[in-house]
């Protein structure tokens, strides 16, 4: 059974720089593709990113472009969302998550992923 943990939040100033990774245990992650998401408080949660299982599509929500980048290394079963300039808007619980999917379609809806990890607390302030 895959098991997804996230790691690598923590409190950041504006401006600053965070990695968050995904790492999973159970199976490979050779066949998923991984999404990001957060969840605001009070806000419900929103998708960040996604990247398919071979890397060739990658793709995030408007307010991230040009500052987060995520990759993969499935030979460490582990996929990475690196966060540059971040803003205060940026806080959340930051999780990854993990299904099939044969192009991003549809990867901003929560209901299409079946595996999440717990979180973990990104909080940008100064």
């Known amino acids: 059974q895959l098991k997804l943990v996230e790691s690598g939040g923590g409190l950041v100033e504006p401006g600053g720089s965070l990695r968050l990774t995904c790492t999973a245990s159970?199976?490979?992650?050779?066949?998923?593709?991984i999404g990001w998401f957060r969840r605001a408080p009070g806000k419900e949660r929103e998708g960040v990113s996604f990247?398919?299982?071979?890397?060739?599509?990658?793709t995030y929500r408007e307010s991230v472009k040009g500052r987060f980048t995520v990759s993969r290394d499935n030979a460490k079963n582990t996929v990475y969302l690196q966060m540059n300039s971040l803003k205060p808007e940026d806080t959340g619980i930051y999780y990854c998550?993990?299904?099939?999917?044969?192009?991003?379609?549809?990867?901003?809806?929560?209901?299409?992923?079946?595996?999440w990890g717990q979180g973990t607390q990104v909080t940008v302030s100064s």
């Open positions: 998550a993990a299904d099939f999917f044969h192009s991003d379609d549809g990867w901003l809806s929560t209901l299409r992923w079946s595996n």
């Open positions: 159970g199976t490979t992650l050779d066949y998923f593709a």
């Open positions: 990247i398919s299982r071979t890397s060739d599509i990658t």
